[in-house]
């Protein structure tokens, strides 16, 4: 079974930005209410993760997180749906939860906003369809692969 599209209150934006880096559903809300939340879950068919007691208590597909540490959060995530991928995919963007494609802009001489692609022009490079943002495998998805082994208890690829 898939794990499910996810909407992340304003207390989680770290969470919802890692279960992005594995490539999951998750859109992340900020400055909106308690009620504007829980409609846009029933709209859209998300559950709500929340660190919010009282908010989890009113919607009817929420899923409280405890702990305000980035690790527990994660392997609260996991334990509750063990689906959830743990490895780093180039499918959704960190930012804006867009879908992303391959993309060649450093290959055409298209300017890049960071060195990555244009100092390893064999790097496959991907863009988000929403916000245009560049992404490639280099050092900081290794951080990142190391950081989500650490919290499985497993090594990184």
């Known amino acids: ?23 999951c559903d998750t859109v992340y809300s900020r400055d909106v209410t308690d009620d504007e939340l829980i409609d846009r879950a029933e709209r859209e068919g998300r559950i709500l993760l929340t660190r919010d007691r009282e908010l989890s208590r009113r919607a009817p597909h929420a899923f409280r997180v405890e702990s305000p540490i980035l690790a527990d959060q994660w392997r609260a995530v996991r334990a509750a749906w063990p689906d959830v991928p743990t490895t780093v995919r180039f499918d959704r963007c960190s930012l804006c939860n867009g879908l992303l494609e391959a993309s060649d802009a450093a290959g055409h001489g298209s300017p890049s906003p960071r060195p990555g692609p244009a100092q390893h022009p064999s790097t496959p490079t991907f863009r988000c369809q929403e916000c245009g943002h560049l992404y490639w495998d280099g050092s900081h998805t290794a951080r990142i692969r190391a950081q989500i082994a650490a919290w499985e208890g497993t090594r990184a690829p």
């Open 1 to 23: 079974m898939a794990p499910p599209r996810w909407l992340v209150d304003e207390m989680l934006g770290r969470l919802a930005r890692y279960l992005r880096f594995v490539g």
